[in-house]
């Protein structure tokens, strides 16, 4: 019997698949490929944190179903970071939520507020599950443009102009996620007066709020009294302390969001389990040296990164943020696209990036290079690198993209 599910024939083929099918062939080979492509922290976990798993797991107690909203001592813990960190009052009760992650906290709420009909206005390019999280939950979106040198604001002002019916959301993700820009409160200002204005709830994403290089630390949109009315945030503990495997993060902000993502995730889940939310409270209220530690290794390898890449004659703009570098593809290549690039960069240099075009159309022209390999492997990838580029100097790359692809 074959039928069509809808929603899956609503969904793209995954861009990535095909660097990563690539780069298994490689391994399977024996290549050492250097991989940028995930972003998927290498740091451990610092080892108070685990020391708190371990000792929770021991009580027997904790092997039980948890609580779908998260335990309460975690959700106190959240409230004390926001004070701490953005000089903000959260109740714990009803103003925040422990998700599995931010991402499973997007797709939830993205199910719990969308109507057949609505339409959201989503980032383009942006961290796939901004958009397909909508799309899954039956929603409409609408792309608008956040590149480096894009004014969001405006590209707000004109979608909400040119669309009928009236957007229901906005996502927002700073510091953003591929392209690792970063806003400041003023623009937090004008975007909540906005939308307030026209009756738009905000979504914010600020995973990578703690992992800041130059200048202030990134603030949260939720220090603006007015958001409160209409936004909520979405954080995770995955970047911050090097716990992507444990599935741990939190939403806070407006009561009238967080009460419906807690009662879409009391169908869907008893909560992460306890032990990990009792590590979890562990690490927010703990010492944040590891953090501080965190963010100086991102740094060292950001500016060994960008400084060989562009003594190599790859010029990338060094990212003030996240754990990754936005990279405008070489000029003698921008013909082949993001994606035909990234396979000849793992085919010929053994480095793997992500093509810019799986993060969406207005994507196209850049890879996204994840700060997740040590400094010495870095340099042997700026070394692979550099021949690479001398290797085409006299060669058409266009070439070289076929032999890629084949």
């Known amino acids: 019997m074959e039928k069509e599910f809808h929603k899956i024939g609503l969904l793209p083929p995954y861009v990535f698949a095909e660097v990563n099918a690539m780069k298994a062939r490689a391994r399977a080979d024996g290549a050492d490929i250097i991989d940028f492509g995930m972003g998927n922290p290498d740091l451990p976990t610092p080892p108070h944190i685990v020391e708190k798993l371990v000792e929770a797991v021991q009580d027997p107690k904790t092997h039980r179903y948890s609580q779908s909203r998260g335990i309460p001592g975690l959700r106190k813990a959240v409230a004390t970071y926001y004070g701490r960190r953005f000089g903000v009052d959260v109740d714990p009760e009803t103003e925040t939520i422990v998700t599995l992650g931010s991402k499973e906290g997007l797709a939830n709420l993205s199910s719990a507020i969308s109507n057949p009909g609505d339409i959201f206005l989503v980032p383009n390019p942006s961290y796939p599950i901004h958009p ?28 909400v102009e040119n669309l009928s019916p009236k957007p229901k959301a906005v996502v927002l993700n700073y510091p ?64 911050t302390y090097s716990m992507p495997g444990w599935r741990i993060g939190f939403a806070t902000g407006n009561k009238k969001l967080i009460a419906a993502l807690a009662r879409i995730k009391s169908y869907l889940d008893y909560g992460a389990f306890t032990p990990i939310q009792v590590a979890a409270t562990a690490a927010l209220n703990g010492p944040q040296d590891c953090v501080e530690e965190v963010r100086g290794i991102y740094k060292a390898r950001r500016d060994v990164l960008i400084d060989g890449l562009g003594a190599a004659g790859w010029v990338v703009p060094s990212p003030p943020a996240t754990m990754f ?39 196209e022209g850049y890879v996204r290079i994840a700060l997740v390999e040590n400094q010495q492997r870095i340099r042997q990838a700026i070394r692979n690198i550099k021949t690479f580029l001398r290797g085409h100097d006299q060669a058409p790359p266009n070439k070289g993209a076929k032999q890629a692809a084949s």
């Not at 480096?148 to 707000?156: G, H, I, K, N, V």
């Not at 035909?340 to 799986?358: D, N, Q, T, Y």
């Open 325 to 363: 570098a936005w990279a405008p593809i070489p000029p003698d290549f921008a013909a082949l696209g993001s994606l035909e690039f990234s396979k000849l960069l793992l085919s010929e240099a053994e480095v793997a990036v992500s093509p810019g075009i799986g993060f969406g159309e207005s994507g």
């Open 132 to 159: 397909f999280g909508f799309v899954i939950a039956g929603a409409g979106i609408r792309s608008i443009p956040v590149g480096p040198e894009e004014d969001l604001m405006q590209a707000l002002r004109d979608a």
């Open 176 to 239: 953003n996620n591929p392209t690792a820009k970063v806003v400041g409160l003023d623009f937090y200002e004008e975007v909540v007066d906005f939308c307030l204005h026209h009756g738009i709830y905000i979504l914010s994403d600020i995973a990578y709020s703690e992992i800041y290089f130059d200048g202030n630390p990134p603030p949260s949109i939720l220090q603006i009294k007015r958001a409160w009315d209409i936004a909520v945030e979405f954080s995770s503990m995955s970047k």
